[in-house]
């Protein structure tokens, strides 16, 4: 089972990539890790297979683990992009585009995700009800 990790420190911080290395590095047996660091924010995934995803649009950044089951069944105004080669992360970053915080209470599934605010710089970090996800 995958994994998000996150550091919200200073711009420019030179220690955060030896510090969200050493966090991913704990936790090897959760999965290849994939990260991205910027603006004083380290974001990192571990996945297995597909549980796991990164996105960045122009004015957020979507970390993505777990799966939904109920994409078909969200409002059609979300206008969300359901091509299989379209991730979790993706899909998540155009819902809360178009909904905000109120997507947390439609989405189905076992899942965690963390969505960064860049023109605020702030965090929106959400679980499915039960919560398995580790984040």
Excluded at 104 to 124: H, P, Q, W
Aim: with cysteine.
């Amino acid at each position: 089972m995958g994994a998000i990790v996150a550091i919200v420190g200073e711009p420019g911080d030179p220690e955060l990539p030896v510090r969200l290395d050493a966090m991913l590095a704990r936790s090897a047996y959760r999965g290849s890790p994939e990260y991205l660091i910027e603006n004083g924010l380290a974001i990192g995934i571990q996945k297995i297979a597909d549980d796991a995803s990164l996105a960045c649009t122009e004015s957020h950044i979507v970390a993505f683990h777990g799966f939904v089951g109920n994409w078909g069944e969200l409002p059609s105004n979300l206008c969300l992009d359901l091509r299989q080669e379209t991730t979790d992360a993706e899909r998540v970053a155009q819902a809360y585009e178009a909904r905000g915080e109120d997507i947390a209470g439609d989405l189905r599934g076992e899942f965690a995700v963390l969505i960064f605010e860049r023109k605020g710089r702030s965090l929106v970090i959400f679980r499915d009800a039960v919560g398995l996800r580790p984040l």
